[in-house]
Protein backbone atom coordinates (compact mmCIF):
# COMPACT_ATOMS: atom_id res chain seq x y z
CA UNK A 1 0.00 0.00 0.00
CA UNK A 2 1.09 3.61 -0.45
CA UNK A 3 1.62 5.49 2.13
CA UNK A 4 3.60 8.43 4.14
CA UNK A 5 5.07 8.64 7.35
CA UNK A 6 6.42 11.34 9.57
CA UNK A 7 8.04 10.33 12.28
CA UNK A 8 7.23 12.40 15.48
CA UNK A 9 4.04 14.58 15.63
CA UNK A 10 6.37 16.99 17.75
CA UNK A 11 9.40 18.14 17.63
CA UNK A 12 11.46 20.50 20.14
CA UNK A 13 14.51 22.33 19.29
CA UNK A 14 16.47 25.14 20.69
CA UNK A 15 16.90 28.64 18.30
CA UNK A 16 20.07 28.22 16.25
CA UNK A 17 19.77 24.47 16.82
CA UNK A 18 19.19 21.79 13.66
CA UNK A 19 16.32 21.15 12.59
CA UNK A 20 15.69 17.08 11.52
CA UNK A 21 11.78 16.27 9.89
CA UNK A 22 11.80 12.72 8.98
CA UNK A 23 9.51 11.82 6.09
CA UNK A 24 9.48 7.98 5.34
CA UNK A 25 6.73 7.32 2.35
CA UNK A 26 5.96 3.22 0.82
CA UNK A 27 5.71 3.45 -2.99
CA UNK A 28 6.33 1.08 -6.00
CA UNK A 29 7.88 3.28 -8.35
CA UNK A 30 9.51 6.39 -7.60
CA UNK A 31 7.31 9.27 -6.54
CA UNK A 32 7.14 13.12 -6.29
CA UNK A 33 8.08 14.31 -2.38
CA UNK A 34 6.74 17.38 -1.37
CA UNK A 35 7.17 19.49 2.17
CA UNK A 36 4.79 21.78 3.02
CA UNK A 37 4.15 24.06 5.82
CA UNK A 38 1.36 25.31 7.68
CA UNK A 39 1.37 28.55 10.02
CA UNK A 40 -1.13 28.48 12.54
CA UNK A 41 -4.52 29.61 10.90
CA UNK A 42 -3.38 29.70 7.76
CA UNK A 43 -3.06 27.57 4.52
CA UNK A 44 -0.06 25.40 3.16
CA UNK A 45 3.06 26.64 2.03
CA UNK A 46 5.19 24.48 -0.13
CA UNK A 47 8.71 24.64 1.08
CA UNK A 48 10.56 22.73 -1.60
CA UNK A 49 9.17 19.24 -3.69
CA UNK A 50 11.63 16.74 -5.49
CA UNK A 51 10.47 15.61 -9.01
CA UNK A 52 13.22 13.02 -9.97
CA UNK A 53 16.08 15.60 -10.97
CA UNK A 54 18.45 16.51 -8.15
CA UNK A 55 18.29 14.04 -4.68
CA UNK A 56 19.18 17.28 -2.51
CA UNK A 57 16.52 20.04 -2.76
CA UNK A 58 16.85 23.61 -1.23
CA UNK A 59 13.79 24.90 -0.49
CA UNK A 60 12.53 28.49 1.16
CA UNK A 61 13.73 29.96 4.31
CA UNK A 62 16.99 27.84 4.27
CA UNK A 63 15.23 24.02 4.77
CA UNK A 64 16.34 21.53 2.45
CA UNK A 65 15.83 18.32 1.40
CA UNK A 66 17.36 14.85 0.10
CA UNK A 67 15.83 12.14 -1.83
CA UNK A 68 17.36 8.49 -0.27
CA UNK A 69 16.01 5.78 -2.63
CA UNK A 70 17.31 3.12 -0.44
CA UNK A 71 16.33 4.21 2.68
CA UNK A 72 12.39 5.59 1.04
CA UNK A 73 12.82 8.58 2.88
CA UNK A 74 12.77 12.36 2.41
CA UNK A 75 13.84 14.20 5.39
CA UNK A 76 13.78 18.06 5.97
CA UNK A 77 16.42 19.80 7.46
CA UNK A 78 17.52 23.24 8.10
CA UNK A 79 21.18 24.17 9.87
CA UNK A 80 20.38 26.87 12.35
CA UNK A 81 16.37 26.95 14.30
CA UNK A 82 14.89 30.38 14.05
CA UNK A 83 12.01 31.21 16.22
CA UNK A 84 10.03 32.59 12.92
CA UNK A 85 10.12 28.23 11.89
CA UNK A 86 7.48 27.46 14.62
CA UNK A 87 5.03 25.41 12.43
CA UNK A 88 3.40 22.59 11.39
CA UNK A 89 5.33 20.62 8.53
CA UNK A 90 3.24 18.32 6.58
CA UNK A 91 5.23 16.07 3.99
CA UNK A 92 3.42 14.87 1.27
CA UNK A 93 3.62 12.16 -2.17
CA UNK A 94 2.19 11.95 -5.19
CA UNK A 95 1.06 8.35 -5.37
CA UNK A 96 -0.69 7.10 -8.38
CA UNK A 97 -3.73 5.53 -7.06
CA UNK A 98 -7.08 3.93 -9.05
CA UNK A 99 -5.21 5.19 -12.42
CA UNK A 100 -5.20 9.10 -10.87
CA UNK A 101 -2.80 11.21 -9.27
CA UNK A 102 -3.33 11.74 -6.04
CA UNK A 103 -1.39 14.23 -3.34
CA UNK A 104 -0.94 12.07 0.22
CA UNK A 105 0.03 13.67 3.27
CA UNK A 106 1.40 12.76 5.95
CA UNK A 107 0.32 13.31 9.50
CA UNK A 108 2.23 16.09 10.15
CA UNK A 109 4.80 17.58 12.34
CA UNK A 110 4.39 20.13 15.07
CA UNK A 111 7.83 22.28 15.21
CA UNK A 112 8.56 24.23 18.08
CA UNK A 113 11.79 26.36 19.03
CA UNK A 114 12.84 27.16 22.11
CA UNK A 115 14.57 30.29 22.93
CA UNK B 1 1.72 37.38 -6.98
CA UNK B 2 -1.71 36.64 -6.94
CA UNK B 3 -1.87 33.50 -4.85
CA UNK B 4 -6.02 31.24 -4.43
CA UNK B 5 -8.37 32.97 -2.49
CA UNK B 6 -11.11 31.01 -0.78
CA UNK B 7 -14.11 32.70 0.72
CA UNK B 8 -15.23 32.88 3.38
CA UNK B 9 -12.33 32.40 5.71
CA UNK B 10 -14.86 31.94 8.20
CA UNK B 11 -18.27 30.15 8.74
CA UNK B 12 -20.33 29.45 11.08
CA UNK B 13 -23.35 26.83 10.73
CA UNK B 14 -25.54 24.70 12.66
CA UNK B 15 -26.22 21.20 12.27
CA UNK B 16 -28.68 19.92 9.08
CA UNK B 17 -27.87 23.50 7.09
CA UNK B 18 -26.13 23.75 4.13
CA UNK B 19 -22.89 25.55 2.86
CA UNK B 20 -21.54 27.05 0.30
CA UNK B 21 -17.60 27.47 -0.22
CA UNK B 22 -15.89 29.46 -2.86
CA UNK B 23 -12.06 29.02 -4.57
CA UNK B 24 -10.90 31.45 -7.18
CA UNK B 25 -7.73 29.83 -8.48
CA UNK B 26 -4.45 31.75 -9.56
CA UNK B 27 -5.39 33.41 -12.66
CA UNK B 28 -4.89 30.86 -15.75
CA UNK B 29 -4.55 27.99 -13.28
CA UNK B 30 -7.59 25.64 -14.90
CA UNK B 31 -7.26 22.90 -12.01
CA UNK B 32 -8.68 23.18 -8.40
CA UNK B 33 -8.21 20.48 -6.00
CA UNK B 34 -10.51 20.24 -2.42
CA UNK B 35 -9.32 19.01 0.67
CA UNK B 36 -11.01 18.88 4.28
CA UNK B 37 -8.05 18.94 7.52
CA UNK B 38 -9.95 17.83 10.80
CA UNK B 39 -8.75 19.40 14.11
CA UNK B 40 -5.20 18.25 14.06
CA UNK B 41 -5.16 16.02 11.30
CA UNK B 42 -3.24 16.24 7.53
CA UNK B 43 -5.29 17.13 4.85
CA UNK B 44 -7.56 14.54 2.79
CA UNK B 45 -8.37 14.91 -0.59
CA UNK B 46 -11.64 15.36 -1.63
CA UNK B 47 -12.24 16.16 -5.63
CA UNK B 48 -10.58 17.98 -8.09
CA UNK B 49 -11.58 19.84 -11.55
CA UNK B 50 -10.13 20.33 -14.78
CA UNK B 51 -10.85 22.47 -17.12
CA UNK B 52 -14.30 22.63 -15.69
CA UNK B 53 -14.84 18.39 -15.34
CA UNK B 54 -14.56 16.59 -12.39
CA UNK B 55 -10.87 15.00 -12.82
CA UNK B 56 -10.56 12.88 -9.66
CA UNK B 57 -12.54 11.92 -6.88
CA UNK B 58 -11.42 11.59 -2.90
CA UNK B 59 -13.25 10.86 0.10
CA UNK B 60 -15.89 12.87 -0.38
CA UNK B 61 -19.13 12.13 1.62
CA UNK B 62 -22.59 12.09 -0.94
CA UNK B 63 -24.02 15.14 1.07
CA UNK B 64 -21.08 17.43 -0.53
CA UNK B 65 -20.97 18.30 -4.32
CA UNK B 66 -18.76 20.37 -5.99
CA UNK B 67 -18.66 22.21 -9.20
CA UNK B 68 -16.01 24.73 -11.53
CA UNK B 69 -17.33 26.99 -13.63
CA UNK B 70 -16.76 28.80 -16.66
CA UNK B 71 -14.22 31.54 -15.16
CA UNK B 72 -12.26 28.37 -13.72
CA UNK B 73 -13.85 29.30 -10.13
CA UNK B 74 -14.99 26.14 -7.78
CA UNK B 75 -17.54 26.02 -4.81
CA UNK B 76 -17.81 23.16 -2.35
CA UNK B 77 -21.58 22.65 -1.53
CA UNK B 78 -22.43 20.86 1.74
CA UNK B 79 -25.64 20.06 2.92
CA UNK B 80 -27.10 18.26 5.61
CA UNK B 81 -23.89 19.36 8.02
CA UNK B 82 -22.75 17.30 11.09
CA UNK B 83 -20.81 17.89 13.63
CA UNK B 84 -17.73 16.19 12.51
CA UNK B 85 -17.81 18.42 9.12
CA UNK B 86 -16.12 20.86 10.85
CA UNK B 87 -12.61 21.37 9.27
CA UNK B 88 -10.42 23.48 7.54
CA UNK B 89 -11.38 23.77 3.90
CA UNK B 90 -8.45 24.13 1.46
CA UNK B 91 -8.68 24.51 -1.84
CA UNK B 92 -5.41 24.24 -3.97
CA UNK B 93 -5.06 25.20 -7.62
CA UNK B 94 -2.26 24.49 -10.44
CA UNK B 95 -2.14 24.60 -14.33
CA UNK B 96 -3.20 22.02 -16.52
CA UNK B 97 -3.81 19.57 -13.86
CA UNK B 98 -0.23 19.26 -12.69
CA UNK B 99 -0.82 17.87 -9.43
CA UNK B 100 2.71 18.18 -8.32
CA UNK B 101 2.39 22.08 -8.33
CA UNK B 102 -0.45 22.83 -6.45
CA UNK B 103 -0.64 25.99 -5.02
CA UNK B 104 -2.62 26.48 -1.82
CA UNK B 105 -5.39 28.69 -0.63
CA UNK B 106 -5.49 30.16 2.91
CA UNK B 107 -8.25 27.90 3.80
CA UNK B 108 -11.74 27.95 5.12
CA UNK B 109 -12.65 27.43 9.00
CA UNK B 110 -16.29 25.82 9.12
CA UNK B 111 -17.55 24.99 12.35
CA UNK B 112 -21.08 23.23 12.69
CA UNK B 113 -22.64 23.51 15.82
Known amino acids: AQSVTQLGSHVSVSEGALVLLRCNYS??????LFWYVQYPNQGLQLLLKYTSAATLVKGINGFEAEFKKSETSFHLTKPSAHMSDAAEYFC?????????????FGQGTRLTINP | AAGVIQSPRHLIKEKRETATLKCYPIPRHDTVYWYQQGPGQDPQFLISFYEKMQSDKGSIPDRFSAQQFSDYHSELNMSSLELGDSALYFC????????????FGPGTRLTVT
Open chain 1, 92 to 104: AVRFKIQGAQKLV
Open chain 2, 92 to 103: ASSLDGRTYEQY
Open chain 1, 27 to 32: SSVPPY
